[in-house]
Structure formats: C-alpha cells, structure tokens
C-alpha cells in the first residue's frame, strides 16, 4: 500500500468533509465552513493520509497553551495561538474500508513528531471512553471526564507531555 502523508492544502476541502462525514455522526462531524476555516488558520497542524492520490483520512488541531480542549476551540479557529506550548487534536479520521491497518497510528505519530519538533510541551486531546486505550498506547494519559460537550457525548481529556 502506497501511503503518504502530507500537509493539507485548501485544494482538499472537498475530500476531507466528505471524510469527516462518513467517521463521525452529523451532530459531532466538523462541517465544511469550519474545516475550511482550520485549513486556512492552521495549515500546520492539519495532515492528509493519502492513497494513490485519494484523501483517506486525516489528522488536525490547533496549538493552544491550554491543557485541555473546551468547546469554543472546535468552532472558532482563530482560538490558534500558533507558538502555544501544546498541540491539540480536533479530529483523526480513517475510513471504515481502511480502519485497522494503522493508518491513524501513521497520522498520530506523525503529528507527534511534528510537535515535538517544533518545540511544544506536549499534545492534548478529548476522547471517548472506547478509544482511552488506543491513546494510551501512543503515552497519552487520561485526566478524567472532559467539560466537552460537542455532538451531547461523554468525552475524556487526554494528554503526552513531552516532558
Ligand atoms: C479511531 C480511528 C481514527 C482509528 O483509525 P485506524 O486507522 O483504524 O487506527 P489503527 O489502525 O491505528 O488502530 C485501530 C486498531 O486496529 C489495530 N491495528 C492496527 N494495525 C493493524 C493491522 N495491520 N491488523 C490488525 N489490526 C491492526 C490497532 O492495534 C487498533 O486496535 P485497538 O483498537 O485494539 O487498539 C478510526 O476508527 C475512525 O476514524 N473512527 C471514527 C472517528 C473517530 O472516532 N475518531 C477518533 C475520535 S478523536
């Protein structure tokens, strides 16, 4: 399988709405205004998972000095502050006919990587109770339930601190 990730381009809105679309139900799924607005704020931070030219899955999120996510962040984008100390993570989608073959680990690796690098103090992100465990795998850690309350589901804050 030829994967490649690369940094998003606003050429990619299409694609990535329609992925959002099929990983995630409409009342929790990013619309196509508001992933627009993270391309163009956050270009950064937001990576494509790529298969022979067909966007199947991607990461993204603002940097912020906060440590936890809370709601205002998933809709406003120009909540970035682009040398805050933690990288947060909006959204990782794969679609279901490529789940489970470590895609989304490339993605998360690679945003973590990234961050790292540029120097941020860690990475934040809000989870729900299934997935605790596969962020632990990467060395995230759980702070309990998150104020989040996006889509009207139960979400946890996770964090890796760099140090
Ligand atoms: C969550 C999501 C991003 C995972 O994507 P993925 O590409 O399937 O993730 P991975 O392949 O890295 O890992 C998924 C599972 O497959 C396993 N896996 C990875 N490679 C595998 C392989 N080659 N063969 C079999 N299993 C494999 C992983 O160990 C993991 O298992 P676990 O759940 O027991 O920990 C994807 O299911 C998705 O988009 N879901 C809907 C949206 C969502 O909930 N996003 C996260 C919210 S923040």
Partial sequence: MNMKIRKVSIEDLDSVTEVESRCFPMSEAAKKE?????????????????????????????????????????????????????????????????QKQGIAAQLMNHMIEVS??????GVILTCKDKLIHYYEKFGFENKGVSKSQHGGAKWYDMILEFY
């Fill in 34 to 98: 508001s992933l627009e607005q993270r391309i163009k704020t956050f270009p950064g931070s937001f990576f494509v998972a790529e298969i022979d030219g067909k966007i199947i899955g991607f990461i993204n999120g603002c940097i912020t000095n906060e440590k936890t996510i809370y709601d205002e962040m998933f809709s406003d984008a120009n909540l970035h502050i682009s040398n805050g100390d933690y990288q947060a993570i909006f959204g990782l989608d794969v679609i279901p006919e490529y």
């Fill in 116 to 121: 790292r690098l540029t120097g941020r103090k």
